[in-house]
């Protein structure tokens, strides 16, 4: 699973991160809250639900953490030794 991890995306630990923290959200939210583009959160959101690591919810696309999400960040997470050491 380490290599899967060495994979993501810089935005998408923010994503996961983010998305374990509130449960769910738009990404147009989760873009301003980490001043990013927009654009770059609904195309890592797509691709990390193509992985099964957050699922829409809703037909206006809010996203939220699967539980294979949640065990591809804890396991992230145990690999930098602490959540918070993720650079978001």
């Known amino acids: ?3 899967d991890d060495a994979r993501l995306h810089p935005l998408d630990a ?7 923290e509130e449960r769910l959200d738009y990404p147009t939210c989760i873009a301003a809250r980490y001043e990013v583009p927009p654009a770059d959160v609904r195309r890592r959101c797509e691709a990390l639900a193509e992985r ?3 699922e829409p919810v809703s037909r ?6 699967t539980d294979t999400g949640a ?3 804890e396991a992230l997470a145990d690999e930098r030794d602490d959540l918070r050491s993720i650079d978001i």
Request: aromatic fraction near 4%; proline fraction near 0%.
């Open 60 to 65: 206006e696309v809010v996203y939220r953490l």
């Open 14 to 20: 923010t994503v996961l991160v983010h998305l374990s």
């Open 1 to 3: 699973m380490a290599q």
């Open 71 to 73: 065990d591809r960040l």
């Open 52 to 54: 099964d690591l957050v």
